[in-house]
T-cell receptor, first 113, second 113 residues
Framework: AQSVAQPEDQVNVAEGNPLTVKCTYS??????LFWYVQYPNRGLQFLLK??????LVKGSYGFEAEFNKSQTSFHLKKPSALVSDSALYFC???????????FGTGTRLKVLA | DTAVSQTPKYLVTQMGNDKSIKCEQN?????MYWYKQDSKKFLKIMFS???????INETVPNRFSPKSPDKAHLNLHINSLELGDSAVYFC????????????FGNGTRLTVT
């Protein structure tokens, strides 16, 4: 079965510092991986995806993610964090054989001024 | 110009009542979903429809019944509401081709008292 793990409930980072939010996955075929962000009282917003190709994927708001097949990871990164990046981040994997998107448990990012 | 809109935004009701949540998307997508987000922010898929046909039906009590009158609408009807049904319910849609991401509505916060 497909699954996604986000090992950190919360990540704290100082404004201006680089940030990393971790995600590992388990799939039986090719992984289709996504990152979403959720602000309070809002739905999830798509940030970026990896389907195939370059291991470094660039997305919205300066975020990027690195796909690592050997470590089955898809960590979200940003070179310089902003206070406005504070939100809940979800990693997701699509089961290639079905229409299902499986979400991780979410990581709360707090960027401190 | 909302892409995925859900109504109502808030729903407070008593145990045993029957209620419906409506979802409409104007993106021309052919696949729609219902997700449940609990108090710990875990997201769990409930149902999915593709071109008005049910394609995903997770382990959800029979009290929950989705209905898709056309591919732009996916409603969720809940019978005999229970305290444990309290959650935020998100509607989402996507275009099936090309591993496109999910587009989420802003959620319906259901509180059962």
């Amino acid at each position: 079965a497909q699954s996604v793990a986000q090992p950190e409930d919360q990540v704290n980072v100082a404004e201006g510092n680089p940030l990393t939010v971790k995600c590992t996955y388990s799939v039986s075929g090719n992984p289709y991986l996504f990152w979403y962000v959720q602000y309070p009282n809002r739905g999830l917003q798509f940030l970026l995806k990896y389907i195939t190709g370059d291991n470094l994927v660039k997305g919205s708001y300066g975020f990027e993610a690195e796909f690592n097949k050997s470590q089955t990871s898809f960590h979200l990164k940003k070179p310089s964090a902003l206070v406005s990046d504070s939100a809940l981040y979800f990693c997701a994997v699509r089961d290639g054989g079905t229409y299902k998107y499986i979400f991780g448990t979410g990581t709360r990012l707090k960027v401190l001024a | 110009d909302t892409a995925v809109s859900q109504t109502p935004k808030y729903l407070v009701t008593q145990m045993g009542n029957d209620k419906s949540i409506k979802c409409e998307q104007n993106l021309g997508h052919d696949t729609m979903y219902w997700y449940k987000q609990d108090s710990k922010k875990f997201l769990k898929i409930m149902f999915s429809y593709n071109n008005k046909e049910l394609i995903i039906n997770e382990t959800v009590p029979n009290r929950f019944s989705p209905k898709s009158p056309d591919k732009a609408h996916l409603n969720l009807h809940i019978n005999s509401l229970e305290l444990g049904d309290s959650a935020v319910y998100f509607c989402a849609s996507r275009q099936e081709a090309g591993n496109s991401p999910l587009h989420f509505g802003n959620g319906t916060r259901l509180t059962v008292t």
